[in-house]
T-cell receptor, first 113, second 114 residues
Framework: DADVTQTPRNRITKTGKRIMLECSQT?????MYWYRQDPGLGLRLIYY???????NKGEISDGYSVSRQAQAKFSLSLESAIPNQTALYFC????????????FGSGTRLTVV | GENVEQHPSTLSVQEGDSAVIKCTYS??????FPWYKQELGKRPQLIID?????GEKKDQRIAVTLNKTAKHFSLHITETQPEDSAVYFC?????????????FGTGTRLTVIP
């Protein structure tokens, strides 16, 4: 089945370390997103990309960077991880056009110690 | 930008009763309002959505209503079952801008008591 896959599922890292979260999709969607989920704060947009050459900041992009390596791959990097970046991270995809719903990946739980 | 507020943050109902979750939005240009269900340890999944050209949409036991004038929309779940227990998120977007970005509410944890 076409899906959105995130790796790793869980990660513990130390403060100051660089870490990359990866997302790949087989849905053929052009648009990809990275969201962060924190208890009581819902889902907040970090970065989004409409195609390989189009990268845009979301509402909470500070401390993060992204790379759209191909239509199917969108990676999120924390250049120097800090404890308040501990959260559940979701990648999502959507198709431009008639259907606008998101398909979410299974999430990456990141803990920065 | 868009600001979506969601209430209540937690909701407990007896099995068989109805549950209502309410959201308000700030941008009058928003025209697409989906609802996502997130079960424990799972990814959010779209359960129903509504566009601003309709006032209500139903799908079996769930329904969504939209009041554009008041800028609020609600999720209604009837005849609740234990498997309805989850966190529910509302969201809003302006499809006409082409951005397709969803702005999410903070979530409602629904517990259905058997």
């Amino acid at each position: 089945d076409a899906d959105v896959t995130q790796t790793p599922r869980n990660r513990i890292t130390k403060t100051g370390k660089r870490i990359m979260l990866e997302c790949s999709q087989t849905k053929g969607h052009d648009r990809m997103y990275w969201y962060r989920q924190d208890p009581g704060l819902g889902l907040r947009l970090i970065y989004y990309s409409f195609d390989v050459k189009d990268i845009n900041k979301g509402e909470i992009s500070d401390g993060y960077s992204v790379s759209r390596q191909a239509q199917a791959k969108f990676s999120l990097s924390l250049e120097s991880a800090i404890p308040n970046q501990t959260a559940l991270y979701f990648c999502a995809t959507s198709e431009a056009g008639v259907y606008y719903g998101y398909t979410f990946g299974s999430g990456t739980r990141l803990t920065v110690v | 930008g868009e600001n979506v507020e969601q209430h209540p943050s937690t909701l407990s109902v007896q099995e068989g009763d109805s549950a209502v979750i309410k959201c308000t939005y700030s941008d009058s240009a928003s025209n697409y309002f989906p609802w996502y269900k997130q079960e424990l340890g799972k990814r959010p999944q779209l359960i129903i959505d509504i566009r601003s050209n309709v006032g209500e949409k139903k799908d079996q036991r769930i329904a969504v209503t939209l009041n554009k004038t008041a800028k609020h929309f609600s999720l209604h779940i009837t005849e609740t079952q234990p498997e309805d227990s989850a966190v529910y998120f509302c969201a809003a977007s302006n499809l006409q801008t082409g951005a397709n970005n969803l702005f999410f509410g903070t979530g409602t944890r629904l517990t259905v008591i058997p």
